[in-house]
């Protein structure tokens, strides 16, 4: 193993540890987020962005956001019983297909109401759609 896959696996495994979210599992998800985190803000940047700032971003500018509208109850009623890290990953993949959908950057809070109300159980999803703008659901 190299110097970068060390530095990889170092900074996943502090993300899996630091969270109440992720586990061991999750790593071969996390590393291609990253990744993809990598490759965008170097491209938006134009400059290169090392693993060690693609994951310190990731983390600042992706999970945190997420991780805490995931705490509203919309969520929390659409996806009872589900793993938050499966409904995270898919908020995620659901941010980044709505914003190319509406041509500009979606907010987290909008995505995430967005997908509880097109994709949550019964009364989460109910609620979240009355609470979305009338573009999100």
Not at 27 to 49: C, M, Q, S, V
Not at 58 to 65: A, G, K, L, R, T
Not at 82 to 99: G, K, N, P, T, W
Request: charged share 25%; glycine share 4%; hydrophobic share 40%.
């Amino acid at each position: 193993m190299n110097n970068n896959d060390n530095t990889k696996k170092e900074s996943i495994e502090f993300l899996i540890k630091d969270t109440d979210m992720f586990l061991e599992s999750d790593y071969d998800r996390l590393a291609p987020h990253i990744e993809g985190h990598r490759y965008f803000l170097g491209k938006n940047l134009n400059i290169n962005i090392t693993w060690e700032e693609a994951t310190f971003s990731w983390f600042s500018n992706i999970y945190q956001p997420i991780s805490q509208v995931m705490e509203n109850w919309t969520t929390q009623m659409s996806f009872p019983g589900r793993r938050r890290a499966d409904v995270f990953f898919e908020i995620c993949d659901h941010l980044y297909y709505l914003s190319l959908e509406k041509g500009r950057e979606v907010n987290v809070y909008e995505a995430v109401l967005s997908y509880d109300a097109n994709f949550g159980n019964a009364i989460g999803r109910f609620m979240a759609r009355l609470l979305s703008p009338k573009s999100v659901a």
